[in-house]
């Protein structure tokens, strides 16, 4: 059941699990501001559905809104959705349908579309949405990051290979895109990167081989020193990650 719309807030049940051969699952209910949930395991969930969101979204109830299932949130205060990530974007397509709708508008331009995962569809709308809001300044004109970050993966890859268009692929690309914005050759990113990496599976094997604290940060990372191999004159640097 929702709390306080205005700061679109929702009732979530976390669970926790012991450690143990015989793990015990312990449930409790917490409101929570929807920033801080995300689907942080992917195959964890099934296919997000856009439409089916929508219309959960069209026949809204909050007296049929069921708890959202979460884990303990992470260092960064983050939980992960174990069950509900169609409950949670039908709240934010009725109360801030305004972003989502500047998304679709991104990735249409760049030949894709929000959906079950299959070519040309991007189904990781928590991570559209987190690079959406990345501005390297305060003047920065919001979703610039995103549609720059996805333009330079369609140039690499193309907008038909789904396995492009990931959760971690999309946020180590924005990642990258917002610490060097001033400094990016955007030519010679999606030309070093195709050169290097045949395909997306390649750079995320790479990353995982490079990774610091996390796999984004690892295939952040792997971009970088890609871009900057062989390249004459001043490099990006990978302390300003």
Same mark, same amino acid.
């Given at each position: ?5 205005s700061d679109?807030?929702?009732? %979530? =049940?976390?669970?926790? *699990?012991?450690?143990g051969?015989?793990?015990?699952l312990? /449930?409790?209910? #917490? ?39 979460i884990?303990?949130?992470?260092r960064n ?15 934010e397509i009725?109360w ?12 249409k331009?760049?030949?894709l579309i929000?959906?079950?995962? %299959? =070519?040309?569809?991007? *189904?990781?709308v928590?991570a559209?949405?987190?690079?959406? /809001?990345?501005? #390297? ?13 996805l ?15 990931g ?12 610490s060097?914005?001033a400094?990016i ?7 070093t ?6 395909n ?6 790479a990353?995982?081989h490079?990774?610091e ?11 970088v020193?890609t ?8 490099r990006?640097k990978?302390?300003?990650l």
């Amino acid at each position: 059941m929702l709390h306080d719309l205005s700061d679109k807030k929702l009732t %979530a =049940r976390k669970v926790q *699990s012991d450690i143990g051969e015989h793990p015990r699952l312990h /449930r409790e209910t #917490v409101y929570m501001p929807l920033n801080k949930l995300s689907v942080v395991w992917i195959r964890a969930q099934r296919p997000f559905d856009l439409a089916w969101a929508t219309l959960i979204a069209e026949n809204f109830d909050k007296d049929m809104f069921e708890d959202v299932v979460i884990t303990k949130p992470d260092r960064n205060g983050v939980s992960h959705i174990i069950e509900g990530q169609h409950r949670v974007a039908a709240v934010e397509i009725k109360w801030g349908r305004d972003e989502l709708v500047q998304i679709e508008r991104i990735l249409k331009e760049c030949g894709l579309i929000v959906g079950p995962k %299959a =070519r040309g569809h991007v *189904s990781c709308v928590a991570a559209l949405q987190a690079v959406y /809001r990345m501005k #390297v300044s305060k003047d920065q004109v919001v979703g610039e990051v995103l549609d720059y970050t996805l333009a330079a993966m369609v140039a690499i890859w193309g907008p038909t290979n789904n396995q492009a268009y990931g959760a971690t692929l999309v946020k180590s690309f924005g990642l990258f895109a917002k610490s060097y914005w001033a400094d990016i050759d955007w030519q010679r990113l999606t030309d070093t990167i195709k050169r290097r990496f045949f395909n997306p599976d390649e750079l995320i094997a790479a990353g995982r081989h490079n990774r610091e604290r996390t796999l984004m940060r690892g295939v952040c990372r792997e971009l970088v020193m890609t871009y900057n191999y062989k390249k004459t004159g001043a490099r990006l640097k990978l302390e300003d990650l």
